[in-house]
């Protein structure tokens, strides 16, 4: 069990990895022969892991038909994803904040700490990504509201299409170390949540983690994010 287990977090992460490096594109339809034969990956967790990005709302499929799809992206939707996300993750951190968890912010602070060092590297940006998302969900399951983390999931992975696809720090547009970078990193961010949880003052987290979340609708350029200003990096 716990080595199938194994196999379909593998095909989970391969495809998102393949999300991120484009290889599969938003309006794509893929198909699972393609994707086991394309990248030597086995049919049975790979059909959990699709199964699952369905669930989660990254991809899409239509009674009938056959294939997945990865939705198209657009202003309008990535407004409604990321307020809704802002807004889930605030009230988490409102709980967290209150129940003052020395373990919660200990937990976190490693996690910002791995990132740090991935981040000055520049290296490994699918596990820098996966570290981000490591850090939003803790932050929701140590909030200890199960309707929270039961909304959170597919808001989330929803909300990491456009950072994966369109921020700067993925598609390596421009320099996003450069000192005159409009934007930090969000590790450096994530110091300032922790501050703020460890504080225990819940609603000065929350705002803080709303204004890192929303900070994606003032940069995000759709697809002319390789010729305009975009997002620097995911958070």
Not at 60 to 82: I, W
Not at 117 to 137: C, I, M, P, Q, V
């Amino acid at each position: 069990m716990e080595k199938q287990q194994q196999a379909e977090e593998r095909a989970f992460q391969t495809l998102f990895e393949l999300i991120r490096t484009r290889e599969i594109r938003p309006g794509e339809r893929i198909y699972e022969t393609d994707l086991t034969e394309r990248f030597g990956m086995s049919r049975t967790p790979l059909r959990t892991a699709l199964g699952r990005l369905v669930a989660e709302g990254v991809l899409s499929k239509t009674s009938g038909r056959k294939g997945y799809v990865l939705p198209v992206l657009t202003g309008e939707d990535m407004r409604e994803v990321f307020f809704a996300r802002a807004a889930l993750e605030g009230m988490a951190g409102l709980l967290l904040a209150e129940k003052r968890s020395e373990a919660a912010v200990a937990e976190l602070r490693e996690i910002i700490r791995r990132q740090r060092e991935l981040f000055d590297t520049g290296a490994r940006k699918g596990e820098y990504a996966s570290l981000n998302g490591l850090f939003h969900f803790a932050l929701v399951d140590h909030s200890g509201n199960g309707y929270l983390k039961r909304a959170f999931s597919p808001v989330y992975w929803r909300s990491i299409m456009y950072t994966l696809l369109y921020a700067t720090f993925y598609t390596e547009v421009e320099d996003v170390e450069t000192p005159h970078h409009p934007r930090r990193p969000s590790w450096e961010q994530h110091e300032e949540i922790a501050d703020a949880l460890e504080s225990g003052d819940g609603g000065r987290a929350r705002r803080i983690i709303e204004a890192h979340v929303l900070e994606n609708c003032e940069y995000w350029k759709g697809e002319n994010a390789g010729t305009k200003r975009a997002a620097t990096e995911v958070v």
